[in-house]
């Protein structure tokens, strides 16, 4: 187990939301709810204060805190894909039900937490050792909201749209 891990505030949604980040990747699961033992600004005793869950491997904390926060998309949760299919299972599943979609691969879930939903091969295309190819991709990349590998393959590559 890892000494940080990250908390998530909700107002009374922890345990849903935990549910529904472990449904999405492998090696996910709920480890243990937590339940409040007495009245608190939290929530009436007996329901859920704390969800602990682990999500691709990493710990979580879902915190129901008791009053609503806002997240900021300056806190985000990368995911790397290995395919455009996983790229747009998660995206899908992530905006869906109140979700909103983000330029360059940005998604807000509907608890408003951020995610970057990333190719692995990202990497390659815009730090590849064709200078010309990484702005291309850059600038295809700038022009989307779900990344597309196809599309940013081709940018790099220096071929048009089939």
Do not use: H
């Not at 704390?50 to 999500?55: E, N």
């Not at 909103?100 to 951020?114: E, F, L, M, N, P």
């Amino acid at each position: 187990m890892s000494k940080i891990s990250p908390c998530l505030w909700f107002d009374g949604e922890a345990e849903e939301a935990a549910k529904f980040y472990v449904s999405l990747l492998p090696d996910s699961q709920i480890n243990r709810v937590q339940r409040n033992p007495v009245d608190s600004p939290a929530g009436k005793a007996g329901t859920v204060l704390v969800v602990q869950f682990t999500l691709a491997g990493q710990v979580y904390m879902a915190l129901n805190g008791g009053t609503r926060f806002e997240y900021t998309p300056a806190i985000s949760f990368k995911i790397d894909c290995a395919d455009q299919a996983e790229v747009d299972r998660l995206w899908d599943a992530l905006a869906s039900n109140g979700g909103s979609t983000q330029q360059c691969g940005w998604v807000r879930d509907r608890y408003g937490v951020s995610w970057q939903i990333v190719p692995s091969v990202l990497p390659e295309f815009l730090g590849g050792s064709d200078a010309a190819g990484a702005k291309r991709a850059m600038q295809a990349m700038l022009g989307m909201t779900k990344l597309n590998i196809a599309e940013l393959r081709r940018a790099y590559e220096g071929k048009s749209a089939a």
